[in-house]
Structures are given as C-alpha cells and as structure tokens.
C-alpha cells in the first residue's frame, strides 16, 4: 500500500476514533453489563432466558462468562439484543495513531541513527548536537511519511 493511502486510512480512522475516545475511561459495572442492564430494567433472569430463547440457569452462566471475559460477541450481540440494546464492539487506542506512529518512528531512528553516529565517530566525522538533532528530527518525518514495514517488527520495540 502507498505511503499516502495509508496516512489516508490513518486519518479517516482518527475521525472515527475520536469520537469514541471518551470511552477510554469507561469502566464496565462491577456485576457485568448484561446483569447491570438486565437488573436496570427490573426484569428477572427467566424473563430474560425468555426473551434470549435460553433455560434460567444459561443467564446465570452468560452474566459470569461475560465477567470472565469468555462470552462471544455473537452471544453477547444477541443478548444485547434480547435486551432492547445494541451491543459496541471496538477497539480504541490509548493515544491517537498518528502519535502512536511517531513514537514508534522515533525508536527506530534512535537506533537507525545511533549506529550512523557510531560509524562517523569512528571516522571522525561526527556532527554537531544541532546536525544530530536535524537528522533525527528528518528521519522521524520520513518514517511517519512512509510508514515503512521494518516500522513495526518486534525488535524495533518502544
């Protein structure tokens, strides 16, 4: 994929995303979303195996495997359902890609110009705190530019 498509895809998500951040600091109830809806309704567990198509004890097994985290998205989707709700899936990042993107350019151009550094020294011909700072502010533009594939291979790790 082209450099530019994929700052695009970057972008386009980063609208998408941002209105999704509030949910970065959203926790789930201590009894479960399901249980906690459920019980905000005021309606009972076999109305809700009803409403599911389950037998009582499977509402009790559905609320603690959501807990546990071992619940489908399918099972938890139809649920949300016989719920009246619309269960959200999604996957936000911590901080915006864009700033995730260049701290990880920037680990790689430390280590990128880290061994160029090594090599002039060596030579003699090193470059001043302002010309090292200009290489490395240079490659880290380059590499959020062209989001190279090395950019994300483990051992470039932030």
């Given amino acids: ?9 970057r972008e386009q998500l ?31 567990g076999k ?9 009582p004890p499977r509402i009790s097994a559905l609320e603690k495997d959501e807990l546990s985290g071992s619940v ?9 359902e016989a719920l009246d709700c619309v269960f959200v899936y999604a996957v936000i990042p911590r901080e915006s890609l ?6 990880r350019a920037r680990s790689l151009a430390e280590k990128r110009l880290a061994r160029v550094s090594h090599s002039m020294l060596l030579e003699a011909q090193q470059l001043t705190d302002d010309e090292q700072q200009n290489a490395f502010d240079a490659e880290v533009e380059e590499l ?3 989001m190279p594939k090395e950019l994300w291979n483990d051992h470039h790790a932030v």
């Fill in 72 to 80: 489908s998205l399918k099972t938890m989707r139809q649920a949300a």
């Fill in 14 to 44: 980063e609208t998408t995303l941002e209105k999704l951040s509030c949910l970065r600091s959203l926790q789930r109830p201590a009894k479960g979303w399901l249980r906690a809806i459920r019980e905000g309704l005021g309606m009972s």
């Fill in 144 to 146: 959020v530019r062209n």
């Fill in 1 to 9: 994929m082209k450099p530019q498509h994929k700052r695009l895809i």
């Fill in 47 to 55: 109305q809700f195996s009803r409403r599911l198509g389950v037998s």
């Fill in 98 to 103: 864009t700033d995730t993107v260049r701290k």
